[in-house]
């Protein structure tokens, strides 16, 4: 007894001393995630950031106020069923979906692009939404775009892409919910393309195809079989929809429909495996149309900065020698991407223009949309970095790391959220104060009152809204980081949907530090 009693205290020793070890490796690694390049303090790993999880929950319930249709768990005490007949005129239901800003239409191509993006931030930080108790919110307003998409598709070649006439719709102010007026569906088909929009598409639902498929196997392959069949609709009836349809120009304008054919090529490609789809992207027609080399912004317009991450996330995480590791296309991307991040960082040569308050500035219209989505990007691409452990960037022989590119996303997540000079949260119901007079005609109107179309009276009111559009992110500051309440002040106090998917994916990303999954199949 007394040996065995020996033996156990030893055992025990053993164990309390691996422990002890376990431990401490525990702390150190805990250390470093938190103090690792440059000394900057990241959240823990799964424990979330008050502030950004506060804001994630602000932000996505704005799809809520966007939902057409018959609404089901409605939390917006002010919104109610509307667009019940939408797609009536071709035997469709597209009563779901969502509006596009403060307006009633459904814009297709818009739309599309606000479900990939909300894709990407589930695949990415869907844990980290977890954490923020946020992905439940994430997902319900995911599935109210694809079940709108899937409809939207009833046959390979025909696609609708917008449910509304926006010249009438934007002479009428009045709610959602009283809305009388005719709402004329458009298409495309091998007659009337539009590349762009149907790419688009695909890329929604390869993306979406992924979220779902741990969780509903039937559904993510509906949305993967639309996908396929989408993007070979757009590559073989090549057009723009914008040129298609001239006179949706002055909506959306499709400066091109090769961006979203290649992105949507890369989506598929995470979504299959197959590997004709990333030599599509990275053989001719990505030498062809990608413009690799030269950095851009990333927007509902183009989607190369975009494509470049995700492919990049390939290069990342492919196994030394692979064949996917040594595509030399590949590799352009790669390079293409190491660019868009140099533009992004404050300290590096090729620095892009920031406003005073440190806002990356591209466009006045919707000036929020470019910084936003850019610094979605490199809260990726540094995620990336963290975890493949390729921690070092060059720009024009400049290292920088994943930590600086993570910097970066938090300034404009910051200044979003308040930290400008007009001490003002652009993200509605953020914060002590933030615009009162949006641009949305739902918010502006009390929910008693049925103007007809005529509810002028309410947009031109000086008076706060009754309503709060709730999670809404306005277009943003000027160049001078000024800004001016005013309802009719549409390129500053607009939203949009898909302005909400982009700034969802930045909360997300940075509500807690954690590695990315090395694959998204």
């Known amino acids: 007894m007394a040996a065995r009693c020996c033996g156990c205290s030893v ?43 506060e804001a994630l929950a602000v932000a996505l319930q704005f799809f809520q106020v966007q939902k057409s249709g018959k609404l089901v768990n409605n939390e917006i005490p002010w919104r109610g069923d509307s667009a019940l007949d939408d797609g009536e005129e071709a035997k469709l239901d597209l009563s779901k979906g969502m509006y596009d800003a403060g307006d009633h239409m459904k814009f297709g191509f818009t739309l599309a692009f606000t479900g990939t993006m909300l894709s990407w931030s589930v695949l990415e930080y869907g844990d980290a939404m977890r954490a923020a108790k946020q992905h439940d919110a994430a997902m319900d307003a995911l599935g109210w ?59 929604a639902m390869a993306a979406a195809s ?7 196997g039937t559904y993510s392959s509906s949305l993967l079989d639309h996908a396929q069949r989408l993007f070979a609709f757009a590559d073989k009836y090549r057009g723009a929809y914008t040129r298609t349809f001239p006179e949706l ?18 989506w598929l490609y995470h979504a299959t495996g197959n590997h004709s789809y990333l030599s599509y992207a990275t053989g001719k027609n990505g030498k062809e149309y990608a413009d690799l080399g030269n950095p851009r912004y990333f927007s509902w317009d183009d989607k190369r900065p975009g494509t470049e991450v995700l492919l990049s996330r390939v290069s990342f995480f492919a196994a030394d020698g692979s064949d996917v590791g040594q595509d030399e296309g590949l590799g352009s991307y790669k390079d293409t991407a190491d660019a868009v ?17 440190g806002l990356l500035y591209v466009a006045e219209w919707n000036s929020l949309q470019h910084p936003v989505a850019s610094a979605f990007l490199a809260a990726v691409y540094s995620d990336y970095m963290s975890t493949s452990g390729k921690t070092e960037l060059t720009c024009s022989g400049k290292s920088f790391t994943a930590s600086d590119l993570r910097k970066f996303a938090k300034s404009q997540a910051d200044y979003v959220l308040g930290d400008n000079p007009m001490k003002l949260s652009y993200l509605v119901g953020y914060g002590d104060t933030y615009p009162q007079r949006v641009h949305h005609r739902g918010a502006s109107i009390p929910a008693d009152v049925d103007t007809g179309c005529d509810g002028q009276e309410w947009l031109k009111t000086s008076k706060p809204n009754p309503n709060v559009a709730t999670g809404a992110l306005v277009g943003g500051p000027f160049k001078n980081d000024s800004f001016i309440d005013d309802r009719e002040n549409v390129r500053q106090n ?3 949907t898909y302005n909400s998917a982009l700034i969802v994916g930045l909360l997300s990303g940075l509500v807690s530090y954690s590695s990315v999954a090395q694959s998204l199949s």
């Not at 490796?25 to 008050?50: E, I, K, S």
């Not at 909506?251 to 961006?259: I, L």
Request: aromatic letters at 10%.
């Open 11 to 53: 055992r025990c020793c053993c164990w309390l001393l691996v422990l002890t070890l376990v431990a401490l490796a525990v702390t150190a690694t805990v250390v470093f995630v938190r103090y690792r390049n440059g000394g900057q303090v990241f959240p823990l790993p799964g424990v979330p950031d008050a502030k950004y999880a």
């Open 145 to 203: 775009i694809m079940d709108f998409l899937i409809n939207a598709h009833p046959s390979d070649d025909v696609l609708y892409i917008q449910v509304g006439d926006p010249k009438a719709d934007h002479k009428c102010w009045e709610r959602p919910e009283t809305m009388s007026e005719k709402r004329p569906l458009t298409k495309i088909t091998t007659k009337s393309p539009g590349s762009d929009v149907a790419a688009e598409t695909a890329a």
């Open 210 to 216: 992924l979220v779902y498929k741990p969780i509903n």
């Open 249 to 266: 120009s002055a909506y959306y304008n499709s400066t091109t429909y090769q961006d979203e054919l290649l992105w949507a090529a890369s």
């Open 341 to 357: 991040m140099c533009i992004l960082l404050p300290e590096s040569d090729t620095a892009a223009f920031r406003t005073d308050g």
């Open 494 to 496: 607009e939203a949009t």
